[in-house]
């Protein structure tokens, strides 16, 4: 069963930083092109970044480039989202999914609240 | 950017029904679309994806159609568990970009 968990989340400070993790189980990790999607409160989906299977690919929404980092560590099957320089809007539950383009599996998200 | 815009954003329909939601996307994305299911609280489940074709295990009342700019999910016969709100999205282009969502509720 394909099983994508979340950490990670939290309250922080603006300008503040956040590292967000994903497990992933169930299926070969380095197989599968990974992304991140956030939702706001009451809003709907944004995609926020994806990264190839080796990771030499990755790609961002603009509103987070330069400020997010996305990653993986196939050996430990997790993806990782570092989240710096945090503004108020980027509070939202940040989902983790499995594929690059649609994506057939999602984790259940983990809550990054930005505010002073 | 690509912009997905979809309709109607909320509609009330009986079990039963016949449920249909448009998505158009600001140009043309070939039938690189994909449609989600979510319901409060929870994480999206795919439905459908390159327009047409059906995830696994997603019940066959589900459809989608369309290419090029104008796509379609339809909901033959609606179920108690299919109110939610559907997203499409294409992936044609980065960045990934979603409709608004279409809020489906009980009438």
């Known amino acids: ?116 | 950017d690509i912009q997905m815009t979809q309709s109607p954003s909320s509609l009330s329909a009986s079990v039963g029904d016949r449920v249909t939601i448009a998505c158009r996307a600001s140009q043309g994305i070939s039938s690189w679309l994909a449609w989600y299911q979510q319901k409060p609280e929870k994480a999206p489940k795919s439905l459908i994806y390159a327009a047409s074709i059906l995830q696994s295990g997603v019940p066959s009342r589900f459809s989608g159609s369309g290419s090029g700019t104008d796509f379609t999910l339809t909901i033959s016969s609606l179920q108690p568990e299919d109110f939610a709100t559907y997203y499409c999205q294409q992936y044609h282009t980065y960045p990934r970009t979603f409709g608004q969502g279409t809020k489906v509720e009980i009438k």
């Not at chain 1, 990755?58 to 570092?82: E, W």
């Not at chain 1, 710096?84 to 594929?99: H, K, P, W």
């Open chain 1, 1 to 116: 069963e394909v099983q994508l968990v979340e950490s990670g989340g939290g309250l922080v400070q603006p300008g503040g930083s956040l590292r967000l993790s994903c497990a992933a189980s169930g299926f070969t990790f380095s197989s599968y092109w990974m992304s991140w999607v956030r939702q706001a409160p009451g809003k709907g989906l944004e995609w926020v970044a994806n990264i190839k299977q080796d990771g030499s690919e990755k790609n961002y929404v603009d509103s987070v480039k330069g400020r997010f980092t996305i990653s993986r560590d196939n050996a430990k099957n997790s993806l990782y989202l570092q989240l710096n320089s945090l503004r108020a809007e980027d509070t939202a539950v940040y989902f983790c999914a499995r594929g690059g383009s649609e994506a057939d599996y999602w984790g259940q998200g983990t809550l990054v609240t930005v505010s002073s």
